[in-house]
């Protein structure tokens, strides 16, 4: 267990948002030998300060794991699909470059619409190259799947951080399916996968929660003779089993002995639809922090995914004194949608229930800001699987914090942090934090600057490209 020291804090002043940019230098390239690819992204620094209250309205760009699925599930189709509200980011748009490797047909229009032709389940084309997967764990394990029980070979590749990241948990059931898997050490990118054809269906009791393995093994399922289940022990993100079955796929949902079981039943016909995306909630989070400790907020957020896999957040804000409001609550595109009205409000700091840790997976470094500004202790625990996200999300953020001046002690699965009590952090005027090639980090760090006396410096900006490209203009609009 390590131990933070505390930092002192004085109130701020109402500034303008000051988003300062810092000549971009190249990022180190990495050694072909470490099998990461060469980061094409130039760093960015920047600082943030002081905002005006967030105030207006605001739409956040489309639900990054909806817009991965749209995308695969359209490519497998045979005819035309439509998509409106993808997220054009960086994770997004490689999912969409290894679909068209396999055969699928997308097109973007002018208007933002995406169209899909697609190459058929059981007939996807084998890569010509390597696919890169850049920084995105999502597009390398459902499409690790997919392959899996296709007749071909395709060799997966990612940037630094992704390279990192374990794939044995896909590694493991895929292998059983009857796929051929030659992995990095430690079972990392870089990674040739041979599918098997036919695969093997199995009965899969998922190891960890995780949305990204029970899906791989779903896609597997899709083109495998019979059924393919997968037993979900803590119910993860399911946006997987909701599309799939819009797009025609046979799947049971059922529950034994208290766990979720999904069936799929493979060699599927999936036909085309048109999807629509609705905003992504791990997105909104960063607002829905920033409008509630900047004092003077009032800030809607428009068209915010609330499914009850992902709302976690809201929740626990709620819990921790939070004045968050849904307004005209709908269905978006089979997914439970509301506009979100968020006040400035005083928090106080709670014990998380390790329980919704999965509905909030992404969302705990801006929990721990926060957190940080909240009256009281706020512990955490049960978030092992932080250390294996774009970062290691429980020893980044710890660090981050502690450096602009929060109270922060690090244990193995969780943060307990001590609240300013409403009070300004410290900042961090001469110090870059590192964010680890991690979007999530960037921006939580970016809010911790709104409510900083000195401003927060972060080394790297570049990041938030891969889920929340529009992230910056959106907080200079809604503190302007
Ligand atoms: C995702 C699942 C989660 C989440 C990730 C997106 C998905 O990962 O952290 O950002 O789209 O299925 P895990 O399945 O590893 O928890």
Known sequence: MRKFASGCVRIVGSGKLFIKSVRPRARRALPEAQGAVKDRRLMTSHTFAAANPLRGTIRVPGDKSISHRALMFSGLAVGQSRITG????????????????????????????????????????????????????????????????????????????????????????????GAGIEASGGGTLPLMLRGASPAVPITYRLPVASAQVKSAVLLAGLNTPGITRVIEPVPTRDHTERMLTGFGARLEVGEENGEKVIAIHGEADLKPMDVVVPGDPSSAAFFMVAATLVPGSDLTILNVGLNPTRAGLLAVLRQMGADITEVDAREVGGEP????????????????????????????????????????????????????????????????????????????????????????????????????????????????????????????????????????????????
Not at 116 to 142: Q, Y
């Open 86 to 177: 993808l997220l054009e980011g960086e994770d997004v748009l490689a999912t969409a470059a290894a679909m068209r490797q396999f055969g699928a047909d997308i097109i973007r229009a002018d208007d933002g619409t995406w169209t899909v032709h697609g190459a058929g389940l059981g007939s996807l084309l084998e890569p010509k190259s390597a696919l890169d997967m850049g920084n995105s764990g999502t597009s390398t394990r459902l499409l690790m799947g997919l392959v899996a029980s296709h007749a071909i070979t395709a060799t997966f590749i990612g940037d630094a951080s992704l390279s990192g990241r374990p794939m044995g948990r896909v590694i493991d059931p895929l292998s059983q399916m």
């Open 337 to 480: 949608v509301a506009d979100l009205r968020v006040r400035h409000a005083a928090l106080t700091g709670i014990d998380v229930d390790p329980a919704i840790a999965p509905s909030m997976i992404d969302e705990f470094p801006v929990l721990f800001v926060a957190a940080a500004l909240a009256s009281g202790t706020t512990r955490t625990s049960g978030l092992e699987e932080l250390r294996v996200k774009e970062s290691d999300r429980l020893s980044t953020m710890a660090t981050a914090l502690s450096s602009v001046g929060a109270r922060v002690e690090e244990h193995e699965d969780g943060l307990t942090i001590h609240g300013t009590g409403g009070e300004p952090l410290r900042g961090s005027a001469n110090a870059r934090v590192k964010t680890m090639l991690d979007h999530r980090i960037a921006m939580s760090m970016a809010v911790a600057g709104l409510v900083s006396r000195d401003g927060v410096s972060v080394d790297d900006t570049s990041p938030i490209n891969t889920s929340f490209p529009t992230f910056m203009g959106l907080l200079a609009e809604a503190a302007a």
